[in-house]
């Protein structure tokens, strides 16, 4: 494992870290992601990431790593583990359990931490940027589940650049420095290298000037960059459960065609087309970590092997690029 330092913190991250949104809840099979959770952290990857809402049902996701760690990661081994959580989507009813108050932030952090069974996270974030909360009052939240010894560290996901630099200051002066940020960004999903409207400076920019560093998420497209779909949509895949996040409809014949073609260039670099996606972006020295999912050990084992070609020519870069314009 390549273990990178998370912008200017203290805290290193592994290149690879394991998300657990799909495939480790009430619905899936609790051994398998027992074996998959083993392997990952016997590998070197030290970062899981779950979320209030992981499941389904919601919780279930934080409640069999619960059951992980008292199985398999006895004691001092707590030590040795980032553990992330987030709160922002929809988790229980009525008004408080969803969005950024200081209400359902805390609240729910301390569910969190009761059905994983452990004392505190690592990393806690605010999963989305709320319209009607000030700003102010969600950062002001995260500083205090730090100080009251919930969470070492705090996230921000899914603000966009703007957010992002006047969370990052609000931030600073309550003294809980921002350590992260989790975007959408894949091959497919180029938005953070876009410049924002008003801040005229990319969510990568924005990171990179304040020291904070940067995890993708769905890296792999949620599979869409890998051979998964290459020939219809599989049984079992993410596209064919009712519960997946990924739709039928989103497997598209123009995005097959895309990944069928980028196929071709991971060939030549011998790599597989899923190795290609997550080593372009960790080619990229303000990525910390990638955030990928796994459904079994052969997939986690093939992923890892990005680790062993993380360099481009200008040559494969440019082929790349004109191969996701689609000319
Ligand atoms: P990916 O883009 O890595 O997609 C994972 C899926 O891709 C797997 O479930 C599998 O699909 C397929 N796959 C992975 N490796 C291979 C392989 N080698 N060969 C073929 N198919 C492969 O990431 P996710 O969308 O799962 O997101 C990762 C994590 O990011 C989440 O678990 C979560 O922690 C975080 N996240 C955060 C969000 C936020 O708002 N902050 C939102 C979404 C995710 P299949 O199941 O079909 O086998």
Redesign the pocket.
Known sequence: MIYNRCGNSGLLLPAISL?????FGGVDIFQDGRNIIRRAFDKGITHF???NNYGPPPGSAEENFGRFLKKDFPGHLRDELIISS?AGYLMWPGPYGEWGSRKYLVASCDQSLRRMGIDYVDIF?S??PDPDTPLEETMMALDHIVKRGKALYVGL??YDAEQTEKAIRILKNLGTPCLIH?P?Y?MFVRWVEEPHSSVKKSLLDVLKENGVGCIP???????L????YLAGIPE????SKSWGFLKANEVTEEKIKIAQRLNEIAKKRKQ?L?QMALSWLLKDKRITSV??????LE?LE??LGCLSNLDYSAEELGTIEKVLKGS
């Open positions: 998300g657990l949104w799909h495939n990431d779950l979320a987030k974030y999963h989305r996901s899914n989790q959408k894949s998420f769905s890296p792999l497209a949620q599979g960059l890998s051979d998964r079992g895949s993410r596209a597989s899923t955030l990928i999912g796994v459904s079994s997939q093939n992923n």
